[in-house]
């Protein structure tokens, strides 16, 4: 008792002086943490420049630990959240779901079919269900509007203008799009990026970037991405780390995800209790998006 005691005095002896020079945190002196890890304190960037030698592979590791942490987090709901009528979960198969430009909302089918017979009996011009906006009349109006949305770094509609020009062949413009709605936070547009590292396409081939985008979208919510993560794993024979990407993605509703853990628990790669938990984890998400509208559209 009095070893643990110790050691966490000392922790915090530690926690209060420079790890490089061991001048205490005092009224004028203040103390930085390591820019990678929560394991030291620097009075200085020279201080912190200083002892890199000695800190480096300690902190290699913390940071790695820290990044695992988040990494494997299982999120709360997918990228797509919940559709903002009903407030039920959004469906993960594209199919399932309607996108509105104009406010760059995401609807399930379900409202936006409840909204179509609203406007055909009260005999409406058809608009958004939830800005009101009628809808674009041509193809050179839509894109005008995506473009006014762009001008104001929104993100959902940098992504949908990057996915077009990568449909269109043109990389350079699709990476462009795509690299600004990423910084923003949004996981299709990371996920893409990624995409982009991997082939080169519109940028050169860079693997650590393509990982690091990769694992931003799946910390997102984003179920392909975190399969991807997956495999990429098992490819690399760490598949301790792909068996868990695959349970998280499952828990989202991701079916290509069951399946590999199928395989792999006909293998004697997965534990009953974890196989059990991610096919329970995986029908409640698909139940949670169910509902008699959505069934109807």
């Known amino acids: 008792m009095s070893g643990s005691t110790d050691n966490a005095d ?5 926690d209060m002086c420079c790890a490089s020079c061991g001048i ?3 009224d004028d002196i203040k103390l930085k943490n390591c820019d990678d890890c929560d394991l030291v304190r620097y009075c200085s960037d020279k201080c912190q420049e200083d002892h890199r030698p000695d800190h480096e ?19 709360e709901s997918s990228h ?11 469906p993960i198969d594209p199919e399932k779901y309607v996108k509105f430009f104009c ?20 005999k409406l011009n058809a608009s958004c269900p939830l800005c009101r906006q009628l809808y674009a009349k041509s193809k050179e109006e839509s894109e005008r509007r995506q473009q006014e949305r762009c001008e104001v770094n ?13 449909r269109d062949g043109d990389n350079e413009r699709a990476f462009e799009y795509a690299e600004k709605a990423a910084k923003l936070g949004d996981a299709e547009a990371q996920s893409l990026l990624s995409l982009l590292y991997m082939e080169g396409q519109g940028v050169e081939k860079d693997e650590k970037m393509e990982l690091f985008y990769l694992e931003e979208a799946a910390i997102g919510g984003h179920p392909d991405a975190r399969h991807m993560l997956g495999i990429h794993e098992g490819m690399n024979c760490r598949y301790d780390r792909a068996v868990k990407h695959w349970i998280i993605a499952a828990k989202l509703g991701n079916d290509e995800s069951i399946e590999r853990l199928k395989e792999m628990y006909q293998r004697g790669g997965v534990i009953k209790k974890d196989f059990a938990s991610a096919l329970r984890g995986h029908q409640a998400a698909v ?10 559209a």
């Open 10 to 14: 000392n922790k915090e002896a530690a």
């Open 24 to 26: 205490a945190e005092v």
């Open 57 to 75: 592979a300690m902190c290699k590791k913390r940071a790695a630990e820290l990044r695992d942490e988040i990494l494997f987090k299982q999120p």
């Open 80 to 90: 797509l959240g919940d559709c903002p009528i009903c407030m039920i979960p959004l």
């Open 103 to 122: 406010c760059s909302k995401v609807l399930c089918k379900g409202c936006h079919f409840a909204n179509r017979i609203r406007e055909c009996k009260q």
């Open 154 to 166: 929104d993100p959902f509609a940098l992504r949908e203008v990057s996915r077009a020009h990568f």
């Open 287 to 296: 139940d949670a998006t169910k509902s008699p509208q959505r069934e109807l």
